[in-house]
């Protein structure tokens, strides 16, 4: 919300007017501690099949659909990329 503000020209000498900017910065609903955990389990979880992955023979990944050049392409993201 902007509101345009004039200053009262007996208080100050050259007095011009301001523009005011009301900025809130609402209230981070949802944050808690578990959330946090939650977050950081997932990315552990990321980096262990990333891992593991990478460990498979070229029959596994046969076995189970995926090339080696995908395998080594998901175990080089970072753990925090899905």
């Known amino acids: 919300m902007m509101k345009l503000l004039a200053n009262d020209a007996s ?6 007017n301001t523009l005011s900017l009301e900025l809130r910065v609402p209230h981070r ?3 808690s501690w578990s959330g946090v955990k939650r977050r950081l389990m997932l990315w552990w979880q990321y980096s262990r099949s990333r891992s593991e992955l990478e460990g498979l023979s070229d029959m596994c990944l046969q ?3 995926i090339s080696r050049c995908t395998a080594e392409f998901e175990a080089a993201k970072p753990f925090w990329m899905a």
Not at 11 to 16: K, L
């Open 63 to 65: 076995d189970i659909g």
């Open 11 to 16: 208080s100050v000498e050259g007095t011009m």
């Open 29 to 31: 609903q949802g944050f």
